[in-house]
């Protein structure tokens, strides 16, 4: 994030995390590095979340770090770079990467990371069929990822496996 600011005064980048902490955590933590950053979350006021969106809009900051409470029915135009720290579903991922490149001309960058998580094995089949429809690249270990669920090399959420109750009569 910090080469993508000091790249161009025109970048802004909106970065996705899952919960409020994380959001106030990383942008006191870039604060702290110089940049000029703020989160946006359910749990500041209205007047809060409407004052940083504006700052947010004008350039003044140039890094907002937020949850969902941004991911959906907000346009913010010039947005250069979405980075989504939490995949989330799928249909989080569309929602929050469409926050860039908004307009007709226009053009931007997403970064997510993807990690696997055992409760939502086909998540990564159904990335690598998003980013193939949208003809994107598609990385190499995500390809991997999905192939180790379809044979079986990963492991994936069985509710019955994990209570202690399965098979009673309770």
């Known amino acids: 994030m910090e080469s993508v600011l000091c790249a161009s005064e025109e970048n ?3 970065v996705f995390v899952s919960q409020k902490k994380y959001a106030d955590d990383l942008a006191y933590k870039l604060a702290e590095k110089g940049f000029q950053s703020a989160s ?14 504006e700052q947010f809009r004008l350039g003044k900051l140039r890094l907002l770090v937020a949850t969902d409470v941004i991911g959906r029915g907000i346009d913010i135009p010039s947005v250069s770079h979405v980075v989504v720290f939490d995949m989330g579903t799928i249909d989080d991922y569309v929602h929050r990467i469409g926050r860039t490149a908004r307009g007709k001309d226009a053009r931007g960058n997403a ?5 696997y998580y055992y409760k939502d ?5 159904q990335l690598i069929d998003l980013l193939q429809a949208s003809r994107q690249p598609v990385p190499r270990d995500l390809r991997r990822i999905a192939e180790e669920v379809t044979t079986g090399k990963r492991k994936v959420f069985d509710p019955s496996a994990n209570s202690r109750w399965a098979g009673s009569s309770w």
Request: aromatic share 12%; charged share 20%.
């Open 121 to 125: 094995p086909g998540i990564a089949q």
């Open 40 to 53: 946006m979350h359910g749990g500041k006021s209205q007047d809060s979340r409407l004052w940083t969106l």
């Open 12 to 14: 802004k980048v909106l």
């Open 111 to 115: 970064l997510v990371f993807f990690e």
